[in-house]
């Protein structure tokens, strides 16, 4: 157990709809970081979050968004959801954020887009 | 920009052998470098890293990697291979200059060991 919670753990929507992923880090990590994991594009970097500030973005779509709230869990909004959207969305955390350290993940939310 | 290959999408051993997988990143300046196993449906678990210092890093569950700057390579080795390795690898690397923390991940490598 890595410490890091995600909900929910399996999402089913339709194209055309908005979810949200939900995750806090473990105790004292101040920083978030979101990867989407896809067969065809593999692991991909979206979005990180230090002390509620935005750090860093990758490859997040416009129709992706993110924010870190004072209690330091993040929350991922995915909107106007297309079939090619279904992968699994993993959160980690670290504590100061330094590319030096270990993120501790969690174990993901698997979203399916029909 | 930063990139890492994984060579071998899967990579299939016998109990007890030799595993080896492969990773070269390309950059300019030595990134950090890390490599993550994940098990079946679960999320990804650190198995050893290189930041600085000695370049042969030990990591959990027997694996070692050695970090060659002229190579641009960190491959990962274990002895002896055991069948609760089977999982897929992922080397990863964060740029030394990146002001976040993000991970570059490979493609992957899927390990298979055979009894």
């Known amino acids: 157990d890595s410490g890091v919670t995600q909900t929910p753990k399996h999402l089913i929507t339709a194209t055309g709809q908005r979810v949200t992923l939900r995750c806090s880090p473990r105790?004292?990590?101040?920083?978030v970081y979101w990867y989407q994991q896809s067969l065809d594009q593999g692991l991909q970097f979206l979005i990180q979050?230090?002390?509620?500030?935005?750090?860093a973005k990758g490859n997040i779509l416009e129709r992706f968004s993110a924010q870190q709230f004072p209690d330091l869990h993040s929350e991922l909004n995915l909107s106007s959801l297309e079939l090619g959207d279904s992968a699994l969305y993993f959160c980690a955390s670290t504590n100061s954020g330094s590319g030096r350290e270990t993120q501790y993940f969690g174990p993901g939310t698997r979203l399916l887009v029909l | 920009a930063q990139s890492v290959t994984q060579l071998g999408s899967h990579v299939s051993v016998s109990e007890g052998a030799l595993v080896l997988l492969r990773c070269n990143y390309s950059s300019s300046v030595p990134p950090y470098l890390f490599w993550y196993v994940q098990y079946p449906n679960q999320g990804l678990q650190l198995l050893l890293k290189?930041?600085?210092?000695?370049?042969l890093v030990k990591g959990i569950n027997g694996f070692e990697a050695e970090f060659k700057k002229s190579e641009t390579s960190f491959h990962l080795t274990k002895p002896s291979a055991h069948m609760s390795d089977a999982a897929e690898y992922f080397c990863a690397v964060s740029p030394y200059y990146n002001q976040g923390g993000k991970l570059i991940f490979g493609q992957g490598t899927e390990l298979s060991v055979k009894p």
């Open positions: 979050y230090y002390n509620g500030e935005e750090r």
């Open positions: 290189y930041t600085t210092g000695a370049t």
């Open positions: 105790s004292g990590d101040l920083s």
